[in-house]
Nanobody, 123 residues
Framework: QVQLVESGGGLVQAGDSLRLSCTYS????????MGWFRQAPAKEREFVAA????????YYADSAKGRFTISRDTDEKTVYLEVDKLKPEDTAVYYC????????????????WGKGTLVTVSS
């Protein structure tokens, strides 16, 4: 059974930086691409970034380029999302997800989801 567990959310101030973590476990998930998504209040879920199973390839939504960085530690089985210069509009539940391939990850065809971690940015 594949499990994805996000952590690192909380209440932060605008302008701060934050690093979210997603620890994954389960058979075969080591070879999965991983992605981060977010859902702001009263808005649809949106793709943020994806990373290949090796960590060598990354892909970002246009809105995420410049302030968001996705990375992966394959030994620790953890994927990270660093967000710099947080803005109130970054307030959302951030979800980690896994896809069987990088191509599927960048087209939002995810196979497994975590339960999310809430990030609240105060102005």
């Amino acid at each position: 059974q594949v499990q994805l567990v996000e952590s690192g959310g909380g209440l932060v101030q605008a302008g701060d930086s934050l690093r979210l973590s997603c620890t994954y476990s389960g058979r075969g998930v080591d070879t999965y691409a991983m992605g981060w998504f977010r859902q702001a209040p009263a808005k649809e879920r949106e793709f943020v970034a994806a990373i290949s199973w090796s960590g060598k390839s990354t892909y970002y939504a246009d809105s995420a380029k410049g302030r968001f960085t996705i990375s992966r530690d394959t030994d620790e089985k953890t994927v990270y999302l660093e967000v710099d210069k947080l803005k109130p509009e970054d307030t959302a539940v951030y979800y980690c997800a896994a896809a069987e391939s990088f191509a599927r990850a960048i087209t939002d065809e995810m196979d497994y989801w975590g339960k999310g971690t809430l990030v609240t940015v105060s102005s």
